[in-house]
């Protein structure tokens, strides 16, 4: 826990500080806490999964009497776990012990008789509660507590991190505000298992996964939720059944490609979305992108969810990047710093285009961090070299083997702290040969680039892919310049700052407001100032702009 002087100094309460604690701390995901022994990422996935799998979603009215709402829940088996939160009202996710409490909830409960409109009845896990006496509320009712589901705005982030004691404290502090609560990633697998029975509908056995950003370790609150419609297991547990000289396949459509079978599937996925999904709005198909996909927002969770299928190389690299996250703690909070820094800068952006992505600044940490002396993270050939027989995976022809124990990994022997780390990474990306050399995670070594897109980030298992093919140069050059001047604030910081003149933005906060990078006679103008004056007069132009401007809460 954060000294006690600091909560009481910060603007939020410290009820609500420490709740935040709490949610963060309990995250299965959380890596922040140094080298305990970590599950899988199969096996994180498979318990959220089976939790999420006897888990309901209630609207609520808006008061309510939350001990008679459990005991009116509990009379169709014990309830494991439950939180409330607000989007589009109330709503309380409830995890039952037994998936069978779930059934019997669904069999008490009636499909809506509507006015003028018609209901298409589906028996899903979303539920409306209604109070019998609306008119007549008991004093029992009242507002409910709610789990918080929104990154803090950009004013208090700002505030927080000039409470801080240091850099490396600023750092450790972003993470802690900005990464996915334990609620908020349960809320996230129960929306998976939501839309799978959708799904299941037609593809009966089908699995929806959850991948990305929500579970590899570097999800932002109020990220997307990415999901993966997997199936492959289909027809699977029948094959070794066969004996005997027959053998039995199930009489199927054929279509003249993969491709096409997946834009078949997601287009009509797409359909039951949107006629039938409750709470499913705003579905797009966007079946002619290189990985297809249906877009939509899930209204009772909030999440703006992409789904995918015949995207397990996706998955694959999900696992990598978790076992990257977990590996040294350093990892998280260095990601999270970078890309709030880029966001604030307008660097990444929730519309797609020739902006840099948060995955290929994620890769960029990663090598940055490999190319340490002695490095921090291992390069993925050295973990492809540490996996046993279990870990192999070839998928489409590509090796994705690496070892999956966290365990098996030796920690690395390197002790520089975060401060020095976020000044390095600005110094080496802002002086990086982007002209000639690839960054590649597999080898842990620039290479000579294979093509002439301005900046190229190998795929770590499609090596023939460059993932910020969409990158131009002009977004580049303005990555750049930023990172030039980001270590130029941090250097000139050192020599300017007293350590106890801290009331204005000072380190990670100062590099969080609004650059001059882009003006050059401002630059200039600028750069004659000291630095603390330059940082006030920052401050008051963030001030005027509106600080909500600085990071954005979409995630992106
Ligand atoms: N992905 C990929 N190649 C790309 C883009 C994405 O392999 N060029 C995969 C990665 O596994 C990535 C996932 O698709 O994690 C989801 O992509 P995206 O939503 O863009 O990135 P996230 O990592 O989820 O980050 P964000 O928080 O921005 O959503
Ligand atoms: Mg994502």
């Not at 008679?68 to 109330?90: A, D, R, T, V, W």
């Not at 066969?242 to 199927?252: A, K, P, R, Y």
């Not at 820094?341 to 290929?360: C, E, K, V």
């Not at 124990?405 to 002790?415: E, F, H, R």
Request: hydrophobic letters at 35%; charged letters at 25%.
């Amino acid at each position: 826990l954060r000294p006690i002087h600091r909560l009481l100094s910060c603007p939020r309460t410290v009820a609500a500080e420490i709740k935040r604690e709490e949610q963060s701390s309990g995250s299965v995901e959380t890596g922040s806490e140094g080298r305990t022994p970590k599950k899988t990422f199969s096996e994180v996935q498979k318990e959220r999964r089976e939790q999420a799998q006897r888990t309901v979603l209630i609207h609520c009215p808006n008061k309510i009497s939350v001990k008679k709402f459990l005991k009116y829940l509990s009379q169709h088996g014990p309830i494991n776990n439950h939180f409330f939160y607000e989007s589009f009202g109330l709503y309380a996710v409830v995890e039952f012990c037994q998936k069978e409490s779930v059934t019997s909830l669904q069999n008490g409960t009636r499909t809506p008789s509507m006015g003028t409109e018609a209901a298409i009845p589906f028996r899903s896990r979303v539920f409306n509660l209604k109070t019998k006496n609306p008119s007549n509320p008991t004093s029992e009712q009242s507002r409910v507590q709610c789990s918080i589901h929104a990154p803090p705005s950009s004013k208090k982030l700002l505030e927080l991190l000039c409470y801080a004691e240091s850099i490396d404290d600023q750092l450790n502090t972003l993470l802690k505000e900005l990464q996915l609560t334990e609620e908020n990633t349960k809320l996230r697998y129960l929306t998976c298992s939501l839309i799978e029975d959708i799904a299941a509908a037609y593809f009966l056995d089908c699995t929806v996964r959850p991948f990305g950003s929500s579970v590899n370790s570097f999800g932002k609150l109020g990220c997307d939720l990415d999901m993966f419609l997997d199936l492959d297991e289909i027809g699977k547990f029948s094959a070794n059944k066969t004996s005997g000289n027959f053998l039995m396949e199930f009489q199927v459509k054929n279509v003249p490609s993969e491709r096409m079978a997946t834009q078949k599937i997601l287009s009509v996925i797409g359909e039951c979305l949107d006629h039938f999904g409750p709470g499913c709005v705003g579905v797009q198909k966007i079946l002619n992108a290189r990985c297809p996909l249906v877009r939509f927002s899930h209204q009772a969770s909030g999440f703006q969810c992409d789904l995918t299928t015949n995207n397990r190389i996706a998955l694959k690299s999900s696992e990598l990047l978790y076992i990257y996250g977990a590996l040294d703690s350093r990892v998280r909070a260095l990601v999270f710093s970078i890309r709030c820094w880029a966001r604030a800068h307008s660097l990444t952006s929730s519309i797609p285009g020739s902006w840099i992505t948060n995955f290929s600044l994620t890769m960029m940490v990663i090598f940055f961090l490999q190319r340490r002396s002695p490095p921090i993270l291992p390069t993925l050939d050295s973990l492809k070299t540490l996996a046993d027989a279990e870990d192999k995976c070839v998928i489409e022809g590509h090796n994705c083997t690496f070892v999956r124990d966290l365990n098996k990994i030796k920690p690395s022997g390197n002790t520089e702290t975060l401060e020095l780390l976020l000044k390095e990474f600005f110094e080496y990306f802002g002086n990086f040969a982007f002209n000639k050399n690839s960054i590649n995670i597999r080898q842990g070594r620039e290479q000579n680039k294979p093509e002439s897109s301005p900046l190229h980030i190998q795929n770590p298992f499609e090596t023939s892919l460059n993932i910020s093919k969409n990158v131009s140069q002009s977004q580049l050059q303005k990555f750049v310049e930023l990172a030039r001047e980001s270590a130029w604030i941090l250097n000139q910081e050192d020599k300017d700052r007293p350590s106890s003149s801290r009331s204005q933005p000072w380190g990670l906060a100062a590099l969080l407001l609004p650059s001059v990078v882009n003006s050059a006679s401002l630059a200039k103008r600028v750069r004659k100032k000291p630095a603390s004056e330059r940082i006030k007069s920052l401050l008051e132009s963030i001030k005027s702009s509106g600080p909500e401007n600085a990071t954005s809460t979409n995630g992106k």
